[in-house]
């Protein structure tokens, strides 16, 4: 995956789990698939506005969605595996960048210049 593409996954990841109703989503997903609705009551969330959290999940490339086999009015939503694999790889490099940082710091105020 190319610097910049990998650039956009974790840009839209952060903007997926900006708010904090989206992120309980996650949490709650983590334990089990859930309907929409279901998913609105946990929250307190109205649908339309569970609607939107969803997409903007969806979107993220964290959630995806099924349909029951007997009922095909009802999505399931669950987290999709694999997608926080660009975040997990750009804060990596991100903790490694700042541990170089600070440890070229420190050789610095210690004198060994």
């Known amino acids: ?22 992120r309980r989503a996650v949490e709650l997903l983590g334990a089990r698939p859930y309907s ?3 998913l609105a009551g946990a929250l307190g969330l109205a649908p339309p506005a569970m ?7 969806k979107d993220g490339g964290l959630v995806e969605d099924n349909y ?15 997608a926080t694999a660009e975040l997990k790889q750009w804060l990596a490099e991100t903790e490694a960048l700042w541990s170089d940082q600070l440890a070229a710091f420190k050789h610095h105020v210690e004198g060994g210049a």
Not at 51 to 57: D, E, K, T
Not at 71 to 80: E, F, Q, S, T
């Open 36 to 38: 929409a609705g279901e």
């Open 51 to 57: 609607s939107r959290h969803l997409r903007a999940l």
């Open 1 to 22: 995956m190319s610097a910049e593409r990998s650039s956009e996954a974790v840009d839209r990841l952060f903007a997926a789990l900006a708010d904090p109703k989206r």
């Open 68 to 82: 029951l086999s007997f009922d095909a009015r009802v999505r399931i939503y669950r987290l999709k595996a694999g």
